[in-house]
């Protein structure tokens, strides 16, 4: 059985006990990025085996020496490429920034290898976390390991796929409407949003600031909420950063759900969502009412104007975070232009991709003048009513459940000739988001095509625990794998 098989606890439990090391560890990944990478495309960079290695035996002495105690030291990671890593290519998957090196090392990052994370390279994305599939990327799309002529949704795809496939023990990506949840629900691995300011966004590479989230991948519950309680710490450098004082969040992992009441959304069990992925869902709340947990339906609303609010937001937020990209300090800059304005707009038009180039003209039509209030006001009020919604349903209930997509994972190929239609994948995701809550995403199936299908856990703010000791309490009794 290869390392790579076992969870990051399990292996950090190893490497601990000292029956296996950080370097054999590191090793073994290495191996199954050559053997897999052809196929999948999980990373946009690889680092140099000589630098993973020299890591892995750094932290191998930390361990024998006692300085790191984390469950997460020496077990290798990898990273969504739109965090940035100190002298290590961070392109956000777009020709814009294809030779962009920070001179600085996200927070989230940091506290990671201050655990004694070993970091084996930058997962593939969706191009400015611009997408749902991971095939707007400028470096090639990423397959779904479970199907390979399948995408593995995105637009943290890269970092799901690495999981899945064995390219790593976990990861980290980031969610701003759905981007860990969907691809973890497509992949069959585990994923987690937790709540807006509770993880630094500072080295994030923005796209949407006001719904953009850093959260875990992982293998199984146990992984995705002790490397959450890693990365999560107040940072002074992110202004939306939140002083939370209970986040030992792996106290929850108790499977106990009894008295527990779970609220099910009728509304997101109607028309467009697949029968099997219905079914699956419906089934696993059957399961945790076997458990002891209260269930009920009920009417959540506004969720046909979630996505054009999330949409709208998210837009007009992006024309204005990539309006930097200009050619000028870093990144691409065109080689033929005259004068400054010709170099904007030829650098802009050939560094973007197609999907970026459509958010961005969006996003400025709504904060054009004359639109402002008609579209981006409007939509900022439909906002605070879905939080407002989201409020009175968790004064009755403790957990949300739902689907995380309506589908399985498409073909590759299928949503690019219709936008709309991909946009309309995240329709369960991007709540979430607009509301700033923590939500979870574990396998709870799959299709007859054999394609994994996720069950969606979501919590009131600061309420990680809840869907913790829900989706912990699921897992256990389905049997971890």
Do not use: W
């Amino acid at each position: 059985m290869s390392l790579m098989d076992l969870s990051a606890v399990e292996l950090g439990r190893k490497i601990k006990a000292g029956e296996v090391s950080a370097v054999d560890a590191a090793k073994e990944a290495l191996v199954q990025i050559s053997e897999k990478e052809d196929t999948i495309h999980s990373y946009v960079t690889v680092l140099e085996e000589e630098q993973v290695l020299a890591r892995a035996a750094e932290v191998q002495g930390q361990i024998e020496s006692g300085v790191l105690t984390s469950p997460l030291a020496g077990v290798p990671a990898a990273l969504k490429d739109n965090l940035c890593t100190e002298g290590i290519l961070t392109t956000c998957s777009s020709k814009i920034l294809s030779d962009f090196r920070p001179t600085y090392t996200a927070e989230a990052v940091r506290n990671l290898e201050r655990a004694g994370a070993v970091i084996l390279g930058k997962t593939n994305m969706d191009e400015f976390a611009m997408g749902s599939t991971t095939e707007t990327s400028a470096y090639g799309i990423t397959r779904n390991p479970h199907n390979t002529e399948h995408v593995p949704g995105g637009s943290s795809g890269g970092s799901c796929a690495a999981v899945a496939a064995g390219e790593c023990s976990y990861a980290l990506g980031s969610d701003t409407g759905g981007s860990i949840r969907q691809p973890s629900s497509f992949c069959g691995v585990t994923g987690m949003k937790p709540t807006y300011g509770t993880v630094s966004r500072y080295g994030l590479i923005a796209y949407g600031s006001s719904l953009d989230q850093i959260g875990p991948i992982g293998r199984n519950v146990v992984d995705c909420v002790t490397v959450l309680e890693t990365i999560t710490s107040y940072d002074k450098k992110d202004s939306t950063s939140i002083q939370r004082e209970d986040t030992d969040f792996t106290s929850a992992l108790v499977e106990d759900v009894k008295g527990m009441h779970i609220g099910i959304p009728k509304d997101y069990f109607t028309e467009g969502l697949d029968s099997e992925v219905a079914e699956a869902v419906l089934t696993a709340a059957r399961d945790l009412e076997g458990k002891g947990a209260v269930l009920e339906e009920f009417d959540l609303s506004l969720v046909e104007y979630a996505i054009p609010a999330y949409y709208v937001i998210a837009c007009a937020e992006a024309s204005s975070n990539l309006a930097r990209f200009d050619g000028v300090k870093y990144g691409y800059r065109t080689e033929t232009y005259e004068g400054l304005h010709d170099m904007y707009k030829k650098t802009r038009s050939e560094g973007f991709g197609t999907e970026v180039k459509r958010r961005i003209m969006l996003g400025s039509f709504v904060l054009s003048s004359g639109y402002y209030d008609a579209y981006y006001l409007k939509a900022l009020r439909t906002k605070a009513l879905i939080k407002k919604a989201f409020d009175q349903a968790f004064h009755k209930y403790d957990v949300i459940l739902s689907p995380a997509s309506p589908t399985t994972a498409p073909k590759i190929g299928a949503s690019l000739t219709d936008p709309l239609q991909m946009y309309l994948g995240d329709i369960y995701t991007i709540s979430v988001n607009l509301a700033g809550l923590p939500g979870i995403t574990v396998p709870c199936g799959t299709s007859t095509a054999e394609l994994p299908i996720g069950l969606q856990l979501i919590g009131d703010c600061f309420k990680e625990k809840n869907i913790i000791r829900a989706a912990y309490t699921y897992e256990q009794q389905k049997g971890v794998e």
